[in-house]
């Protein structure tokens, strides 16, 4: 199979950001697709749309909790905002902004489009049987410190990296010296790793393998440090229909108990026949809030009234929802 010609079938709020590779093996790149992205400004906005002595309606801004949902465009047009304020410091200008924009999100294979708010790499390698797969799978469960002392795939008799570096299977092709260096490497290695794996154990972090949308799987878990206190939401202050005025009549969004988790579980590896998939788009439904937490919605809204001083007011609130 050549990977080159392998489709993704994507939600529509997805797409493909770019790929790199080859036959038999492929990296892609994908985004989400922010829905702040798609909706009109000043629906972020208090607007009043119209008012007199006897009656004014306005409509209220949708509250977004800060640096969540938003594109990454919403980031520099920040950053612009605060160049242009003239309290940046002085090596911060538009040309600077820009160059850091495009290392930021035009790095080939870290692309990040500015109308997107999650980005993530799958990456898929074909082997030529199933053996050799399972065995580089596998080693995906030695964790970090399996490192060298890993069985390659492919090779006979369950030789490692260390075995290698130790024989004189290069000794035809490197001088004398840089074989030497090689095996002092190798030697320095052995040395370390007992200390290494001793650091390691002490963070909790482990490695199973198992059943993952039906295929073989491979996690690591490790514990969960203790939640940090819940942050206190930043109210907007309310002053009528002639400042900030949202606060006071958009529907709270209802309070879900969050189970403390004890363990954090992310997947590291899919073995699919013969092929090994891995990336960091394994892990996203481990990390993202379920799909009916509440929010407000972008399009729907609800009509709250309320009468002062004989001022009929009415708001235009956005519904709570959990799209």
């Given at each position: 199979?050549?990977?080159?010609?392998?489709?993704?079938?994507?939600?529509?709020?997805?797409?493909?950001?770019?790929?790199?590779?080859?036959?038999?093996?492929?990296?892609?790149?994908?985004?989400?697709?922010?829905?702040?992205?798609?909706?009109?400004?000043?629906?972020?906005?208090?607007?009043?749309?119209?008012?007199?002595?006897?009656?004014?309606?306005?409509?209220?801004?949708?509250?977004?909790?800060?640096?969540?949902?938003?594109?990454?465009?919403?980031?520099?047009?920040?950053?612009?905002?605060?160049?242009?304020?003239?309290?940046?410091?002085?090596?911060?200008?538009?040309?600077?902004?820009?160059?850091?924009?495009?290392?930021?999100?035009?790095?080939?294979?870290?692309?990040?489009?500015?109308?997107?708010?999650?980005?993530?790499?799958?990456?898929?390698?074909?082997?030529?049987?199933?053996?050799?797969?399972?065995?580089?799978?596998?080693?995906?469960?030695?964790?970090?410190?399996?490192?060298?002392?890993?069985?390659?795939?492919?090779?006979?008799?369950g030789t490692t990296y260390i075995d290698l570096l130790e024989s004189d299977a290069f000794k035809p092709h490197v001088s004398s010296e840089q074989l030497a260096k090689m095996k002092t490497m190798a030697a320095k290695i052995?040395?370390?790793?007992?200390?290494?794996?001793?650091?390691?154990?002490?963070?909790?972090?482990?490695?199973?393998?198992?059943?993952?949308?039906?295929?073989?799987?491979?996690?690591?878990?490790?514990?969960?440090?203790?939640?940090?206190?819940?942050?206190?939401?930043?109210?907007?202050?309310?002053?009528?229909?002639?400042?900030?005025?949202?606060?006071?009549?958009?529907?709270?969004?209802?309070?879900?108990?969050?189970?403390?988790?004890?363990?954090?579980?992310?997947?590291?590896?899919?073995?699919?026949?013969?092929?090994?998939?891995?990336?960091?788009?394994?892990?996203?439904?481990?990390?993202?809030?379920?799909?009916?937490?509440?929010?407000?919605?972008?399009?729907?809204?609800?009509?709250?009234?309320?009468?002062?001083?004989?001022?009929?007011?009415?708001?235009?609130?956005?519904?709570?929802?959990?799209?």
């Amino acid at each position: 199979m050549n990977l080159n010609n392998l489709k993704f079938d994507l939600p529509g709020n997805w797409r493909e950001v770019s790929r790199s590779g080859n036959d038999n093996q492929i990296n892609i790149r994908i985004c989400h697709l922010s829905p702040l992205s798609r909706v009109n400004p000043k629906s972020l906005q208090d607007q009043l749309i119209s008012s007199d002595q006897r009656s004014a309606v306005a409509k209220i801004a949708v509250p977004t909790p800060s640096g969540v949902g938003g594109s990454f465009a919403g980031y520099f047009k920040g950053m612009q905002a605060f160049i242009a304020s003239g309290l940046a410091p002085a090596y911060m200008d538009s040309a600077w902004l820009e160059d850091l924009r495009q290392k930021l999100t035009q790095a080939p294979g870290a692309e990040i489009p500015d109308e997107s708010d999650i980005v993530a790499n799958v990456a898929i390698v074909q082997y030529s049987d199933q053996p050799i797969a399972r065995q580089s799978f596998k080693n995906y469960g030695a964790g970090p410190m399996g490192g060298f002392n890993m069985p390659i795939p492919g090779m006979p008799q369950g030789t490692t990296y260390i075995d290698l570096l130790e024989s004189d299977a290069f000794k035809p092709h490197v001088s004398s010296e840089q074989l030497a260096k090689m095996k002092t490497m190798a030697a320095k290695i052995k040395e370390a790793t007992p200390k290494l794996k001793g650091e390691m154990a002490k963070t909790g972090l482990k490695y199973r393998e198992t059943k993952y949308l039906s295929y073989d799987a491979i996690f690591s878990e490790m514990p969960n440090p203790a939640p940090a206190p819940p942050s206190t939401p930043i109210k907007r202050k309310t002053g009528g229909m002639g400042g900030g005025y949202g606060n006071n009549v958009v529907t709270p969004l209802p309070k879900t108990a969050q189970p403390y988790v004890k363990t954090i579980t992310a997947c590291q590896a899919i073995l699919v026949k013969n092929f090994v998939v891995t990336g960091s788009l394994l892990s996203l439904p481990f990390m993202l809030p379920s799909g009916d937490t509440p929010c407000y919605s972008l399009t729907k809204t609800k009509n709250k009234f309320e009468t002062v001083e004989g001022i009929k007011s009415t708001y235009i609130t956005p519904a709570v929802s959990n799209l």
